[in-house]
């Protein structure tokens, strides 16, 4: 009985109007991130780190939610993230929309579990008239223009929107470069991001090999090397060593000679190892000393020290290499084959990467992130990663909807006819479901600097009237807002998976009638 007092208790319609607060306290705070003239908003870690972004799931990932109910709208963005890679705002304030309208029936007396199953018919009802007015873009590896512009619809609420016809073009590169067509899928561990803070945005590349932060391990060994034969090793340069405690007692010069001469003759014998084999470049993931290092320029044998584990994989499958454990498994067989292997310097700080290029192996690409501050840099990042799962989910499902909350406003109408043709306290869910979907244009006009009812009434007014579901709220004054026009579009599969998403979220916090939690410890 006394740990029974020392817990907190909410029953009933207290505990759901406690948990949609938390959960709508939290949602609130990416309304104003959404769309192309969203703000962003900085974080600051416990320990100083600063991260500015703008990408709903990085903003609920490092706000350190305590509260369990909130803590979901967080796993909420982050699963929307893991499944499309876009749309984690716009799903927040979906599910923040439809809790609002749940709190309104709630206090007319409607039970929470009708109100649950009217927004699931109505979501069933939204999710159909998305596939209806869904469009099919066709693209070919050669016309990638479709591609382009649905990356480029993603970019223009982040950072990097000033560059985001750059941007999306070297996404889409990307992953068309690694896609396999025939199966329509993205293997997007082949594509690596090195991100080196310095230079500007726009100096962001896409190479057709792999970059590795790393310097040739002599500064006088070449910087260039054509049709490289590369072994890549996971064994070090250096003597064995007795895995036990041991000492050497050395009571002579003879000995010590001795002893450094059988040294010397273990280097010797792994590099000639090597040389044998044709190589004329080397991979080591462990480190070599300065003997090493010098008896390896004598013989002209270029090599790259302190590789770490995920490059040497790259390395291995991009130029077709074998990792070798061990000096003595080394043979021909095992090299690897790349058309070029050089040094990239970056402007006057000695900062050098290397740049393998032209792989035999499989299709591998590294994108260069380049500018001002790391914040920048990881925002870009970001970003590049929201349109490149873009342009991937397109490849695999190419039918696209409208932006602009254009497809919102559609699926608000469909489900306000919807409303009228049943009866029972379900009616009063639905609607409700649909006034929740106008909210997204809302908070799209707001942080425009639109009047948010003006612009909403206008939009479902000409799409009742011109019976075009492609019209949304023009956000970048382009002088028209048949969002057709303006190539303004995103996934299907996203948008779908938003709707249902946010309907379960609100199924799984109406469902809560009792809450029982350790008091706070007096």
């Known amino acids: ?30 309304r104003s991130s959404l769309g192309p003239k969203g703000m ?18 990085t903003i609920m990932d490092r706000m350190n939610v305590e509260h369990q109910i909130a803590r979901l709208v967080v796993e909420l963005s982050q699963s929307q993230d893991d499944e499309i890679g876009d ?3 716009g799903v927040v304030v979906l599910a923040g929309a439809l809790l609002e309208e749940a709190t309104k029936l709630l206090d007319k007396g409607i039970h929470p579990v009708r109100v649950a199953d009217g927004f699931e018919k109505a979501a069933e009802v939204a999710k159909q008239h998305l596939a209806k007015i869904a469009d099919v873009i066709e693209f070919t590896l050669e016309d990638r223009e479709p591609l382009i512009e649905t990356a480029m619809t993603t970019l223009s609420s982040k950072i990097v929107n000033k560059f985001k016809r750059k941007m999306a073009e070297i996404a889409v590169d990307a992953v068309v470069t690694v896609a396999d067509m025939e199966r329509r899928d993205v293997n997007f561990d082949m594509i690596k991001v090195q991100l080196k803070p ?18 040739m391990s002599h500064p006088q060994m ?35 000679k001795k002893l450094y001469a059988q040294e010397q003759q273990y280097f010797q014998t792994m590099v000639k190892q090597i040389k044998d084999t044709g190589c004329n470049l080397v991979f080591c993931q462990w480190g070599f000393d300065d003997e090493a290092n010098h008896l390896l320029l ?12 995920v490059e040497i994989e790259l390395l291995a499958i991009a130029t077709g290499a074998r990792i070798v454990p061990r000096f003595e498994e080394l043979d021909e067989k095992k090299l690897g084959k790349a058309g070029l292997v050089r040094q990239l310097d970056f402007g006057n700080t ?33 970003s590049l990663h929201d349109a490149m799962c873009v342009t991937r989910n397109l490849i695999r499902n190419n039918r696209i909807v409208y932006g602009g909350g254009s497809a919102e406003v559609a699926c608000s109408l469909a489900v306000s006819e919807y409303a009228d043709t049943i009866t029972g306290l379900e009616q009063h869910a639905v609607r409700a479901f649909a006034d929740a979907l106008q909210d997204i244009p809302m908070a799209l006009a707001e942080n425009s600097g639109l009047d948010p009812i003006v ?6 007014s000409r799409q009742i009237k011109d019976n075009n579901p492609h019209i949304g709220v023009d956000c970048m004054n382009s002088g028209t807002a048949d969002m057709k026009d303006v190539k303004v579009f995103e996934t299907l599969i996203g948008k779908q998976q938003q709707i249902m998403l946010a309907t379960q979220l609100c199924r799984m916090i109406l469902k809560i009638d009792d809450v029982i939690a350790p008091a706070e410890y007096e």
């Not at 792989?359 to 501050?373: A, D, I, P, Q």
């Open 1 to 30: 009985m006394r740990e029974q007092s020392k817990k907190m208790r909410l029953k009933g319609l207290e505990a759901q109007k406690s948990n949609i607060l938390a959960a709508r306290t939290l949602t609130t705070v990416l």
């Open 40 to 57: 962003d908003k900085m974080l600051v870690s416990p320990d100083g780190e600063v991260t500015v972004s703008n990408d709903g799931a």
């Open 87 to 89: 749309g984690t705002t």
């Open 198 to 215: 310095g230079g500007k945005l726009e100096d962001t590349t896409l190479v057709h090999g792999i970059v590795i932060d790393k310097t």
């Open 222 to 256: 070449p910087t260039e090397v054509k049709d490289a034969k590369l072994c890549v090793l996971t064994c070090p340069f250096e003597p064995p060593k007795p895995k036990t405690k041991h000492t050497v007692d050395i009571s002579s010069a003879e000995q010590y």
């Open 298 to 309: 004598q013989n002209d044998l270029p090599a790259v020290r302190w590789v770490g584990g």
């Open 350 to 382: 000695n900062d050098s990467m290397l740049v393998v290029e032209e792989c035999t192996g499989s299709k591998t690409v590294t994108v260069l992130v380049r500018g001002g501050n790391k914040m920048i840099v990881d925002e870009a990042h970001r």
């Open 455 to 460: 612009t909403l009434s206008e939009v479902k």
